[in-house]
């Protein structure tokens, strides 16, 4: 009886019955690498989920704006951090012809917005509510934006939400787009330091947050009569005259990826990580200098018991 049990898990061995759960283990799973940190510890995680399970990973740098052809062709696998509110026409586009589907909430607490280092209250009384910014645009003007003042919005590949809410709610501010995710936290750093004016496009959860006591201004409810309707908010002429969108963070893939890598879907699906776990991680990165790969393989070794029992649920 032992010798038929141990000749039958041999056969099955032999027949690949779990290559074929997993799939294609030889071809690799290509995960989109974005422009902030967040997005890369997100990535890295699911990354070292799918290595647990047995598949080969590569982390590709690709636009945020315009991976979807990518994504939609099978050149690229899954992006893990999508931000509904600047996610980009293309997407739903790519939804709807069938190349991309969509793969389940992030489980981020996420918000958009606004915002400002807490001393430019000082500077600009009224903060924080957005009426303010109507008397004090100067404060902010900057030789490039005379006699406008100056927002740092988002770098150009992820959308102008910044620039849209200037001009729906009529606000003497010019958008300048950041370089990068780097080059708003060094607008946050010499704010703080200086003591200078700053109105930056930011979000959460993000370090920055708590480490330069980061405020939003208080804009009108978003809805969606607001994105579409010029007749609803303060500005009768202009959409956008509103706060952002609740932001809902979520995962997409390759259509193929289900059929190819059967249990990489079911783990990408399933993932989730939390606000509670990301943020001290992107702290780890980029206010302790830790490498972004160093900093993922310590939180996977240190909590287990967070991502194993998904990967063991799809490959079991």
């Known amino acids: 009886m032992i010798k038929t049990v141990t000749t039958v898990a041999a056969v099955l061995a032999a027949s690949g ?28 995680v699911a990354g070292e989920m799918l290595k647990a399970a047995g598949y080969q990973v590569d982390y590709v740098t690709a ?57 430019v209250a000082d500077l600009c009384p009224g903060l924080p509510a957005w009426e303010a910014l109507k008397d004090c645009a100067g404060t902010f003007a900057t030789a490039e934006t005379l006699p406008a003042g100056r927002l740092v919005d988002y770098p150009a590949d992820w959308g102008t939400p910044g620039a849209d809410r200037m001009t729906g709610l009529d606000l003497p501010f010019k958008a ?18 200086r003591k200078s004016p700053l109105l930056i496009t930011f979000w959460q959860p993000h370090w920055a947050m708590s480490a330069y006591d980061v405020q939003f201004v208080d804009l009108p409810v978003g809805n969606e009569d607001c994105f579409n309707d010029p007749a609803w908010g303060p500005n009768p002429n202009a959409v956008n005259d509103c706060d952002f969108a609740p932001s809902r963070i979520f995962k997409a ?41 160093e900093v993922v393989a310590d939180w996977m070794a240190g909590n287990e018991a967070k991502w194993k029992p998904v990967v063991d649920a799809a490959t079991r």
């Open 17 to 44: 019955v779990q290559a074929a759960e997993l799939g294609a283990v030889d071809e690799p799973i290509k995960l989109a690498i974005n422009e902030w940190t967040g997005q890369h510890i997100s990535t890295h």
């Open 63 to 119: 636009g945020y704006m315009n991976m979807y052809q990518a994504m939609s062709d099978g050149e690229l696998h899954a992006a893990v951090e999508i931000w509904s509110s600047n996610v980009s026409d293309d997407y739903a586009k790519k939804v709807e012809g069938g190349g991309v589907v969509e793969l389940g909430d992030l489980g981020l607490d996420a918000k958009e917005g606004i915002a400002f280092p807490a001393h």
């Open 176 to 193: 300048v787009p950041a370089g990068s995710e780097g080059a708003l936290i060094a607008e946050l750093r010499a704010s703080t330091e």
């Open 253 to 293: 893939g390759w259509v193929g990826i289900e059929d190819m890598w059967p249990a990489a879907f079911e783990i990408l699906s399933n993932y989730t990580l939390s606000v509670a776990d990301q943020q001290p991680m992107m702290g780890a990165v980029d206010v302790d200098g830790g490498s972004v790969e």
